[in-house]
């Protein structure tokens, strides 16, 4: 029978393992395995991935000592919390979890075990049982792969922090208790006892780590903790962890360098795990294009070979890196040739073509498909490796189902869908007319090759007109669906490993939308934040003329068609974001003022800089390969941003609203 122990031995060290030895160890004990009535064996779960120990206990004679241990063991409710003591031996098992590949297997020959605290028989445990998330508690105690993202997290944490600081990087904590300022995005409150007064949870360490820069720490990182009020979907979190960094004396470049250096580093350290992962780079810097350069795999480099790439050269897109890095492309070129600020390298041809403009259409065509005038058509193809008509099948079930879908399309034009096939007039383009038909069978490149039997062309049109900081296109996000759509039907098969690409020349501004951006007059925000600089001296003249055509000198880092971080050269001169803030963007006065502790920091000679976050949880989900952010957290929150576990976020009380002037119904 179970009792409640106050007091118990210390564990053995696992370095203190040895054969023969006497060991003391604490976990949860697994399941009975009994051999007769006299020999049974059971796992304990000791949370360690150096050794993994199973009891032994062998019993011959009744009334002896060993007998009443045996019984003693036998009556513990399976999953309880347990001390066991006993001699240990070298095991003959052999560790199937590729995280426990280096685990030293013992057999522990049982000599006393204590029940800590009976595991309850109202809780029923089987081997696929799904836990609600009001009981996270036991799905981290029995959801194996639960506990390996989060065992994999740290090992992906310590790695990280590990290289930044062989790089001198030092981590610096900066305040979660901030003040509201707009940066762009809805901000938490906290409210104080002082009326009329309340912090503001960060959006991110933007400013400190930029006032860091100023105060001389040269190379900051650390992971820090965020919080946004925004719409909730899987990959988003309103309280998420992000890995920030900045360098002092820097440029973008240097940080990009730092970021391939990071995830070269992490691949190793997953290789030595047993854990191969693929991530697709380049040895050439220079940007991505039609004509691919020589490319690498992380798993090209030697060990040793960690250094950052020489950063002297005034040229480098001239010459090749012995490292491998991460290539590039324009965020003009990523939405005129994807639809996406995001693109998925993984998707592409001969099975899903790049985005082209389908020229000399007819004007009746057109007008069929769209109400603007004189807009942009563009098509996109698919090779699903079927026949015509099953082609048709699905492409056709695809779009019925977009009503229904979060796939959200304008309303000013309609998709025109068309399935080649030889055996049918115009093979199948009638709708096109002979020229227009003509043209789009006589297509024959690398990113869309010659059309065949069952391809699947989409066209649709747009307004033709620049990008001005827009996410994606209505084709664009048709591409990446349909693609989606064919990989869960089994038509195409899923990539696997990172593809990662850098996407940089955005717009310094973007017209005003639903955000809130800095809440200046000018009609328009900036793109990412107030502190980004423009990209040359004649994107710094632009912001008199013309604002918008402004280019910014940030970049973006997208795998596998997820954004997992940006980062930017930030303005370091004083007069120029406060040129940017008040003549620019027409911030008010008392907005220009929230910002006057970094503006008197910067003033203080602040030398140029640059940064970068990781969306580390984001990142994480990429590698392991799981739909959702809260697959990677110990306790995320719901899609309604609630922890139904603690039943937060909780109702305030009277006496809460008194103490904190929170009145529950303001005035309107």
Not at 20 to 48: P, Q, T, Y
Not at 158 to 180: C, D, G, H, Y
Not at 189 to 209: C, E, H, I, N
Not at 536 to 557: M, R, S
Request: hydrophobic share 35%.
């Amino acid at each position: 029978m179970c009792q409640v122990f106050h007091r118990f031995r210390w564990a053995t060290f696992e370095d203190q393992y040895k054969a023969g030895s006497k060991a003391v160890v604490h976990g949860f004990i697994g399941k009975r395995k009994d051999i007769g009535s006299s020999l049974s064996f059971c796992e304990i779960d000791i949370w360690n991935p150096k050794a993994s120990i199973q009891i032994v206990s062998n019993c011959k004679e009744q009334d002896s000592p060993q007998y009443r241990v045996h019984q003693n063991l036998k009556s513990i409710p399976t999953y309880s919390p347990v001390v066991a003591i006993g001699t240990l031996q070298e095991s003959r098992r052999i560790a199937v979890n590729p995280l426990l590949k280096d685990a030293k297997m013992w057999d522990l020959e049982l000599q006393e075990i204590q029940c800590l605290a009976p595991f309850p028989k109202d809780i029923i445990v089987s081997k696929d049982a799904v836990w609600p998330p009001k009981s996270r508690h036991l799905q981290l105690r029995f959801d194996p792969f639960l506990r390996d993202r989060l065992r994999l997290r740290d090992l992906i944490q310590s790695t990280l922090t590990s290289a930044l600081q062989k790089k001198e990087f030092i981590q610096v904590e900066t305040p979660v208790l901030f003040k509201s300022t707009p940066e762009g995005a809805r901000e938490f409150l906290v409210p104080t006892r002082r009326q009329g007064y309340a912090y503001a949870l960060p959006q991110s360490p933007q400013q400190y780590k930029q006032i860091l820069m100023a105060g001389g720490i040269s190379r900051y990182f650390q992971f820090a903790k965020c919080f946004r009020d925004e719409d909730h979907r899987a990959d988003r979190q309103p309280e998420f962890t992000q890995l920030d960094l900045e360098m002092a004396f820097a440029t973008g470049r240097d940080v990009r360098y730092t970021v391939a250096y990071l995830l070269r580093n992490i691949s190793k350290c997953l290789r030595r795990k047993g854990i191969p992962i693929y991530i697709k780079l380049t040895r050439d810097p220079g940007s991505f294009s039609r004509n691919s350069t020589e490319t690498a795999t992380i798993e090209a480099v030697s060990e040793n070979d960690v250094k950052s790439p020489d950063m002297t050269d005034s040229s480098p897109a001239k010459r090749k890196f012995r490292n491998p890095t991460i290539p590039s492309m324009t965020y003009e070129y990523a939405m005129t040739t994807f639809g996406t600020d995001k693109p998925d390298l993984r998707i592409r041809a001969p099975h899903v073509s790049n985005i082209a403009p389908m020229e000399n259409l007819p004007q009746e065509f057109i007008k069929m498909i769209t109400s603007l005038e004189s807009p942009l058509v563009e098509g996109c193809k698919f090779r699903l490796g079927v026949p015509p008509d099953r082609a048709g099948e699905f492409i056709r079930k695809f779009m019925d189902s977009i009503p229904n879908s979060t796939l959200n399309l304008s309303r000013e034009s309609m998709s025109s869908v068309f399935i080649y096939d030889s055996g049918k007039p115009l093979s199948g383009l009638s709708s096109l007319g002979h020229e227009a038909a003509e043209m789009v069978e006589k297509i024959d490149s690398e990113s869309w090759p010659k059309c065949q039997d069952g391809d699947i062309i989409i066209m649709h049109a747009r307004k033709d007109q620049p990008f001005y900081g827009e996410g994606s296109t209505d084709l664009g996000r048709l591409r990446t669906a349909i693609h989606e759509a064919a990989v869960q039907q089994g038509l195409l098969s899923k990539e696997r490993g990172l593809w990662p690409i850098w996407i940089y020349d955005f717009p310094l501004f973007t017209p005003s939308g639903d955000e809130p951006g800095q809440g200046g007059a000018a009609g328009f925000s900036s793109t990412h934040h107030p502190f980004t600089a423009p990209k040359t001296p004649e994107d710094f003249d632009l912001l008199k003329t013309d604002p918008l055509k402004a280019k910014a000198e940030h970049y973006d880092l997208v795998i596998n068609g997820v954004e997992v971080g940006g980062g930017s050269q930030r303005i370091h001169i004083a007069k120029v974001q406060e040129y940017i803030m008040r003549d620019v963007l027409k911030m008010s006065d008392a907005g220009v003022a929230e910002f006057s502790h970094l503006l008197e920091a910067l003033r203080a000679g602040c030398p140029p800089h640059a940064g970068f976050a990781f969306g580390f949880d984001r990142f994480l989900s990429l590698i392991l390969d799981v739909p959702s952010v809260r697959d990677v957290i110990a306790f995320p929150k719901n899609n309604k941003g609630e922890d139904p576990l603690v039943g937060s976020p909780a109702k305030i009380t009277p006496e809460q609203q008194k103490t904190y002037h929170i009145l529950s119904h303001p005035d309107t």
